[in-house]
């Protein structure tokens, strides 16, 4: 005669699915972990690509606002200011200008950046006061196109550039 204890310690018609099934958990995870792995990197690539882009937009906006400055200083010690352009003709497309350049240059010599178009001429009787108010006199519009890059450095590659147009009235 058997001793029951001993018969109820020995395993009795198991067959390890068990073993089949934490596996199958474990391969699971690690597919998950992976995917997780792959979409944080990218979400890191997308967040740099955007920063860079973001300081090239900045660093063009400095360019155009520093070019806005250069015209007032200029218009106010001599009354006059030479653009880059003067006459409406040849019509001017900022995106192809940017194009033509070689490069997005760093910021450095904001003239090499910059391409400034006098617009008040263009415009029928554009001298013309209307009212009152000064802000309506349109003796003096400028178009100012400015190209910059991420980098402030010669030595870096940029990676991303950026063009703002913008219009100016001193």
């Known amino acids: 005669m058997k ?8 395993p009795y018609k198991q067959r390890g699915a068990v073993l089949y099934v934490a596996l199958i958990m474990l391969i699971l995870m690690a597919l998950i972990g992976i995917a997780g792995m792959r979409v944080i990197g990218m979400q890191e690539r997308m967040s740099s690509n955007y920063n860079r882009v973001n300081l090239a937009f900045q660093n063009a906006e400095l360019a155009a606002r520093d070019s806005e400055a250069d015209i007032s200083d200029k218009l106010g010690l001599t009354g006059t200011f030479a653009a880059d352009q003067e006459v409406c003709s040849p019509t001017f497309d900022p995106a192809s ?11 450095g010599d904001v003239n090499e950046d910059t391409y400034i178009r006098r617009v008040d001429r263009c415009f029928a009787a554009s001298s013309r006061r209307i009212g009152n108010k000064e802000n309506e006199e349109t003796g003096n519009i400028y178009e100012i196109t400015a190209l910059a890059s991420d980098t402030n450095d010669d030595d870096d590659n940029p990676s991303a550039s950026a063009v703002i147009d913008t219009v100016f009235i001193p």
């Open 97 to 107: 200008w940017a194009d033509g350049n070689d490069s997005a240059r760093p910021l």
């Open 3 to 10: 001793n029951r204890n001993t018969e109820s310690m020995v």
